[in-house]
Every structure is written in structure tokens, then in C-alpha cells.
């Protein structure tokens, strides 16, 4: 099976511009979700998306914003970029049958380096 | 916010040593604790997915214990390798929140 991936791989922006990343998950997966990396504040949940449907969300502003499509692919953008924004974000797909996280095992992508100037 | 610690920060062993680390968490609302590697330039890998307590759950030379009453788990590496040389996560899963809070990681390093 195929992994999750993620395009673009690297990416850089100036501020106030905005920004789409695409995630595609484990064929047969529903679930996915998006975390933010950096260094100071470690990995932070954004939301989840299952079956079209944003689930579960983090405490981020209503810049960061996500879609998911019928094959259960999804997008994150971040609008209005600010520098703070500039880190690695991170999706992971499950197979979504327990209500969130919860006992299923995450599976990452490798990751969009985003950096803001 | 949830505290979520690791400890140590960081960790240097020598190949053949075992080691063992610590994640900390709040106990309440507990469900489920992640534990995932991730090596650099590579994307996160799940170790063990743990629920009860007193659970023990061992992938080759790795095991982890969980004690859900005081809000720790462990995880041991038997005989280090350099290929362990990785950041080792833990997440707890609550049934308030519906997300996994990430610890800042403990970086292992093993010199061959």
C-alpha cells in the first residue's frame, strides 16, 4: 500500500499571502488529520477530517482553515500569512472508525516545510 | 492545556546500552497514550497504541508500560542500536477533546 503523501514538499511565502497543502492518505483510510511542527511549541493538532466533515479541532486561529474530498483527500490553507507560521505540517490518516484518534494508529505523511518571509 | 512532559529532554547511550524514558501526563479523562519514532528527515512512526492500565506492549527490542492512576508510561530500549537514534513521542488521547496532545519528544542518540 502506498503511504500518505503530501505535496508540496517545500514551500515559501511572504506574509499576508496564503497558502494551500494537499494531503493524500492511506487508500482506504477516512480519517485525516493535520498538526502543526515547530520548534518551540512541538506538534499541535489543527483538526480532523472524516467522511467530508471536519471532526475535531484544535486551538488555532480561523486563519488555518481545511476541506476533505469524497476520496478522502484533504487540503489545510492558511490564510493572511504571518511569520509565525513558517514550520512543518504534518498529516496523518487513520481508518476513522473510533470517533477520533482515539486506539487507531496514525499514519504520517512526510511533511510540508512551509517557510514564511 | 494539557501537560504533557518527557523526560529526559535528550539522551546520549552507547550501541549495546539499554535505556529507558518517561512520558507524564494528566491522568483524567485518560483513553488511550501513542507512542510514535521519528527519525530525522522522515515522517513519524507508530510504536504502540496503549489503553488499560498496566499494559505492556513490546515491538522487538522496544517495550512500554502504561499506568493510567498516576499518569506515566515508559518506554525501554533494549541493547541500543544507532539505528534507535530517533525522537521518541508520546500522546495521550483524552475523552474531552478528541485530539492527541504530542510531549516535546526525548531525543535519543547512539554512538556505535
Known amino acids: 500500500k502506498a503511504g500518505v ?5 517545500y514551500l515559501i511565502k511572504t506574509r499576508g499571502q496564503q497558502v494551500t497543502l494537499s494531503c493524500s492518505p492511506i ?19 489543527l ?9 475535531n479541532k484544535g486551538n488555532f486561529p480561523g486563519r488555518f482553515s481545511g476541506r476533505q474530498f469524497s476520496n478522502s483527500r ?3 490553507n492558511v490564510s493572511t500569512l504571518e511569520l ?12 476513522g472508525t473510533s470517533g477520533g484518534a482515539s486506539q487507531e494508529t496514525q499514519y504520517f505523511g512526510p511533511g510540508t516545510r512551509l517557510l514564511v518571509l | 492545556i494539557l501537560n504533557v512532559e518527557q523526560s529526559p ?8 546500552d539499554s535505556t529507558n524514558f518517561t512520558c507524564s501526563f494528566p491522568s483524567s479523562n485518560f483513553y488511550a497514550l501513542h507512542w ?16 488499560l492500565n498496566g499494559d505492556e506492549k513490546k515491538k522487538g527490542r522496544i517495550s512500554a508500560t502504561l499506568n493510567t492512576k498516576e499518569g506515566y508510561s515508559y518506554l525501554y530500549i533494549k541493547g541500543s542500536q544507532p539505528e534507535d537514534s530517533a525522537t521518541y513521542l508520546c500522546a495521550p488521547y483524552y475523552n474531552a477533546g478528541n ?9 535519543l542518540m547512539v554512538k556505535p
Request: glycine letters at 10%; proline letters at 4%; a negative charge.
Open chain 1, 84 to 95: 509565525g507560521d513558517s514550520a512543518l505540517y504534518l498529516c496523518a490518516s487513520s481508518l
Open chain 1, 47 to 55: 483538526f480532523e477530517y472524516f467522511s467530508e466533515t471536519q471532526r
Open chain 1, 74 to 76: 484533504s487540503e489545510m
Open chain 1, 5 to 9: 503523501t503530501q505535496t508540496p514538499r
Open chain 1, 27 to 45: 487508500s482506504g483510510h477516512r480519517s485525516v488529520s493535520w498538526y502543526q511542527q515547530t520548534p518551540g511549541q512541538g506538534l499541535q493538532f
Open chain 2, 9 to 16: 529532554q535528550s539522551l546520549h547511550v552507547q550501541e549495546g
Open chain 2, 99 to 107: 485530539m492527541l496532545t504530542f510531549g516535546g519528544g526525548t531525543r
Open chain 2, 36 to 51: 510514535y519514532r521519528w527519525e530525522t528527515a522522515k515522517s513519524p512512526e507508530a510504536l504502540f497504541v496503549m489503553t
